[in-house]
């Protein structure tokens, strides 16, 4: 499907797996137009780093669980986009950020918009624990 | 006794304290460099409480000295002490930015590291800085334009988790890529050598337990990287180098290296399948399920009982922890919603509130009984002062201090030590 975002056109086709309970593939656990929106915000934001932009799913400002990770139990808030082939696909899954962290230009970018709060970008920057 | 209380307002990620500067990183990507002494100086607490706001924010290790130990074997004397203490925590101590830039700050520059940065390290004069992008390392002289030096050199480019120095290296948590060193070549041109792999078992935080390295994990709860600190064999230049090589060996001086033994898990540590552990020093901790395991570690042991069991004690605040420090006045716990200080003596501290960032110091000579803590609109800078008045042999909860005595180690009767 097509996905505008400031101007631009993107090419976002969703990913099965990371919905019909494939093991070891995380899982979505908001609905594909919120899963979308997560991705719009992501580009829109520029939460970009090379190939993959990187998610978070708000609702009223505030920062929510959005899936679960590989093994189908822990609570992920996290979501990793990636464009694959040319001209770019994307496609996005949850992530742990206990494997797969964001770069410090992304968390830069959450700290000072206020995408999250503070206290919970250091946890995820030194892979602590964090419950929201 | 009460933790004496000082905020500055302001929006801070990190903070260090060393050398009469207090660094603050502040959430926009700058540090501050600000003139601690004069700071507290001009705290208005009035001349009667002036020794005790010094030993509360300036100078920890005044009153761990021997002969103020003697002093406080007076009961009068120590209540007077006691008293002043517990004036000060009474007292408002707070700066606001107005007042922290026009009178205390010495420097306000953007941080040359790639920021936000996991965790920082002031350590031989030199600031380090690790995060998604590495290890960083950038000269520190508060007599500089720029106190931070702004030139960083990258000394490692993997992500690190956190960082902790001793004995001339640094420790780094690697997250799932394990324990890692960096022997910072103190002794050969001060040129870092290349990291070294210690342990491929995950690894989120790290302290040194003396020469040893503490890895803490939420995976398999932690382990000691023990290390042995062996006397090097020294080259002789020449036959009259005989009797200094003969006078080291004896004395148990000369330069050492430390050699890795292996690791020791957490689950040996408290002879039980262990929670998140941590340690520092000559204490190491394991907590959960409400209760929190003891053990002391003395690598010095006559009988080869480094590692021995205190005790298992009740906690009161449920919850999982997120982290957790040790310092010469407790422990410190993070819990999603609150920080809590087991004090080395008296009741636990909940500091309400998910912190931004927090920190101790146990391995300062200065400031090791202060706890930062950043929350959203300013930083609390703690003074923990009861463990002056502890029983540092018998204490539970809480590593030995940092005294700026000199350590005389033992010399056994030898031969070489009867002729000298």
Request: a positive charge; charged letters at 25%; proline letters at 4%.
């Amino acid at each position: 499907m097509k996905v505008k975002i400031n101007g631009g056109e993107y090419d976002y086709v969703p990913n099965k797996k990371h919905r019909n309970k494939t093991p070891k593939a995380s899982q979505w656990r908001i609905s594909q137009s919120l899963e979308i929106a997560s991705f719009s915000q992501s580009i829109g934001e520029g939460w970009l780093d090379g190939n993959y932009s990187w998610g978070l799913h708000q609702v009223s400002g505030s920062c929510q669980y959005l899936g679960v990770d590989r093994d189908h139990i822990t609570r992920v808030f996290i979501a990793r986009f990636e464009a694959k082939a040319t001209p770019a696909v994307w496609h996005g899954y949850p992530v742990n950020y206990a494997f797969e962290r964001p770069p410090e230009s992304v968390t830069k970018n959450w700290l000072s918009s206020g995408a999250l709060a503070a206290a919970k970008v250091r946890k995820i920057i030194q892979g602590k624990r964090c419950s929201l | 006794m009460q933790p004496i209380k000082l905020t500055i307002a302001g929006e801070y990620w990190d903070s260090q304290i060393y050398q009469g500067i207090l660094y603050l990183f502040t959430r926009d990507g700058a540090i501050k460099t600000v003139n601690w002494d004069p700071l507290v100086d001009g705290l208005s607490t009035g001349q009667s409480l002036r020794l005790a706001a010094s030993c509360a924010f300036q100078r920890s290790d005044y009153l761990y000295n021997s002969n103020f130990q003697m002093i406080f074997s007076d009961a009068d004397v120590k209540n007077v002490i006691q008293k002043k203490f517990v004036a000060l925590h009474d007292c408002k101590l707070h700066i606001d930015q107005k007042t922290l830039a026009k009178k205390f700050e010495r420097k306000s520059q953007d941080t040359p590291f790639p920021f936000p940065h996991a965790d920082s390290l002031m350590y031989g004069r030199s600031m380090y800085v690790v995060g998604q992008s590495g290890l960083w390392q950038a000269d520190c002289n508060k007599r500089n334009v720029y106190p931070v030096s702004r030139k960083p050199g990258r000394i490692w480019d993997a992500p690190v988790l956190a960082v902790s120095g001793n004995y001339g290296s640094l420790a780094l948590s690697a997250g799932r890529e394990g324990l890692w060193e960096v022997d910072l070549g103190w002794s050969e041109y001060r040129q870092p050598k290349k990291a070294k792999n210690i342990s491929k078992r995950p690894c989120i935080d790290c302290e040194w337990l003396y020469y040893s390295i503490f890895a803490s994990s939420y995976d398999d709860s932690g382990y000691l990287a023990s290390f042995s600190n062996e006397l090097e064999h020294v080259k002789k230049n020449s036959e009259d180098d005989d009797d200094i090589d003969d006078l080291h060996s004896s004395v148990g001086q000369g330069p050492r290296k430390r050699i890795f033994e292996g690791e020791i898990d957490s689950s040996q540590i408290f002879k039980k399948l262990g929670h998140y552990s941590w340690g520092v020093k000559d204490k190491v901790y394991s907590g959960g399920n409400k209760k929190i395991s003891v053990s002391s570690y003395n690598p010095w042991d006559k009988y080869g009982n480094a590692i021995q069991q205190v005790g298992t004690y009740e906690l009161e605040h449920a919850g999982s922890i997120v982290s957790a420090g040790v310092a010469s006045f407790g422990v410190v716990i993070e819990y999603d919603d609150a920080i809590v200080v087991l004090p080395s003596k008296g009741k636990a501290v909940m500091l309400r509130g998910e912190p931004v960032n927090w920190r101790v110091f146990p391995k300062s000579l200065h400031y090791q009984n202060h706890l930062h803590v950043i929350y959203g609109d300013h930083i609390a800078i703690y003074s923990f002062n009861h463990d002056y008045f502890v029983d540092q042999k018998n204490k539970i909860y809480g590593s030995r201090p940092e005294t700026n005595e000199l350590y005389r180690p033992r010399i056994p009767q030898t031969r070489q030590n009867i002729q000298l």
